[in-house]
């Protein structure tokens, strides 16, 4: 029997390697070494698509996709059916099972889309679970070969090393924690110089052991049980600790690179609100003052413009306590089981879009199809979810770059598009972008307003309807981010 499947080419696969290779010995890594890593997966076992997912502490979300698979970006993944968890944790490194056996939702999803067989390997950092790397197939009855297992073993593996090195990874605050037992390690003389250097130490520092051992110790060096941060020419903060080694003059010296530490929650809150609260009640104070003082000297269209800006501004500050308001309540998106049904999604989106304001209508061009299959979710939701995506798009589309707005259907969801040409979006800002409070820019470098919450609240309002929300870099520059609800003729679920 000739095999059908076309040939890996070894070359490509290791000449991709190698560029995350030279990622993690730069410094670099998290997200875009991620993904790159899951490309590879598709290519090294000739699967039609890839993802990995990561784990969080009640759930999982996919956070890197290729192929067949791109449409699941941003999904949020219920824990796992016990029956493939048992598959991954026992036994071989490398299971293989038909998409049919997850009993999920998502195995369902794989199979209505041709995707019938499964490979997949869970992957540990230092004794934690955090995510599972997968590839999948069109053909039921095929089975992956020995190389091919070999290959998914072994990329499982260098993600684990990925999140082991701890830089950028976990992609969510509150991912895995894991524990590094086995980090960057040194051995350090009387002299401080270095007797012994691990190849954990090697990656994070990017210096190899042959031009370390030997060397004065690099770093400032602790003493007692402190422990000491230190910001290293790449850019990358890590943490120090140092140890007497019984019994000798020789110090252990353990370090790893600083965990991001999140914001305090409510001191941002107060200074990101104050700001952006204070510039709509500054403009409606002063063109309201003007008005009072100056109303016989003003004409008529003087009187009309600012009538028109008091307006405006208040309509803008409107919207800002409304998400502040969402935000902070229990559910925050003004959606629930009640309010979910069919509805057309072409039209629903040609009403929201008339509620866009003026400069947006005009760097909005709308592409949509004539008609869908209906999709299953809020309708009045909608135009709450377009208004935060575009202006979104344009906070970060210098002198209102034009944003497109397109929509389409697969076999279980309809989807529609905001992308723009703006200054674009890097891998490792695509999730925390919808984290609450988080902003691109921060201090003297914001160049546009907004409070943080924009694309948190979208991202909670669509997965109340059982659907998911994604961002991705757009090739030739720019961020698409796209929403995908389940269609009312799929059982009304995503």
């Given amino acids: 029997m000739v095999d059908a499947r076309p040939p890996v080419e070894g070359s490509a696969v290791f000449g991709a390697l190698t560029e995350v290779v030279e990622q993690l010995n730069t410094g670099g890594a998290g997200l875009a070494a991620l993904q790159r890593t899951v490309d590879v997966s598709m290519v090294a076992t000739g699967a039609t698509g890839a993802v990995f997912i990561e784990y969080a502490h009640d759930s999982g979300r996919v956070v890197a996709v290729a192929g067949d698979l791109d449409w699941a970006l941003g999904r949020r993944v219920d824990p796992l059916h016990p029956s493939l968890r048992g598959l991954l944790q026992y036994g071989s490194r490398v ?3 038909p998409s049919s056996l997850m009993g999920t939702l998502g195995g369902h999803q794989l199979h209505s889309r041709g995707l019938h067989r499964i490979m997949a390997a869970e992957v540990s950092a230092s004794g934690t679970a955090v995510g599972v790397l997968g590839v999948t197939y069109p053909d039921a009855e095929g089975a992956a070969d020995t190389d091919q297992r070999a290959a998914l073993g072994f990329l499982a593996s260098f993600v684990s090393l990925q999140y082991g090195l701890g830089r950028g990874l976990p992609v969510y605050r509150d991912g895995p924690a894991i524990d590094p037992t086995v980090g960057p390690f040194a051995l350090i003389d009387a002299e ?3 007797r012994s250097w691990n190849s954990a130490a090697a990656l994070l520092t990017a210096r190899p052991a042959e031009t370390a051992i030997g060397a004065p110790w690099p770093f400032p060096l602790p003493v007692a049980d402190e422990t000491v941060e230190h910001r290293m020419s790449c850019g990358t ?8 080694v019984p019994g000798s003059t020789d ?3 353990s370090f790893r690179a600083r965990p991001e530490q999140p914001p305090d929650g409510r001191d941002l809150f107060i200074a990101l609100t104050g700001h952006e609260l204070r510039t709509p009640i500054t403009v409606i104070r002063g063109y309201t003052d003007t008005l009072v003082d100056h109303w016989e000297s003003l004409d008529e269209g003087a009187r009309r413009e600012a009538i028109f800006v008091v307006g405006q501004r208040a309509r803008q500050l409107s919207r800002l306590v409304d998400r502040l308001l969402s935000a902070a309540g229990d559910d925050g998106t003004g959606v629930d089981s009640a309010t979910l049904m069919p509805f057309d999604l072409v039209e629903s989106l040609a009403a929201a879009v008339d509620e866009l304001s003026a400069e947006q209508r005009r760097s909005l061009k709308v592409m949509l199809p004539r008609s869908l299959p209906k999709a299953y979710g809020d309708r009045v939701s909608l135009a709450t979810v ?5 202006t979104n ?3 970060y589309s210098p002198n209102w ?7 389409g259907a697969d076999p279980q969801t309809v989807w529609f598009r905001v992308a723009d040409r703006g200054t674009g979006i890097r891998p490792e800002h695509v999730e925390r972008a919808f984290e609450r409070f988080w902003q691109l820019e921060t201090g003297d470098q914001r160049t546009g307003g907004g409070v943080g919450l924009g694309l948190y609240l979208v991202r909670r309002i669509v997965e109340r309807q059982h659907g998911w929300v994604s961002l991705r870099p757009r090739k030739g520059g720019g961020t698409v981010a796209e929403v995908r609800l389940p269609r009312a003729d799929g059982h009304g679920e995503a």
């Fill in 251 to 253: 110090r252990a010296v």
């Fill in 386 to 390: 377009l208004v935060e995506l575009v």
């Fill in 192 to 194: 401080q110089r270095v």
């Fill in 237 to 244: 903060r890590i943490e120090i600790r140092a140890a007497r």
């Fill in 393 to 395: 798009a344009g906070k």
């Fill in 95 to 97: 299971r293989e099972f």
């Fill in 401 to 407: 770059v034009e944003v497109e707005l397109t929509a």
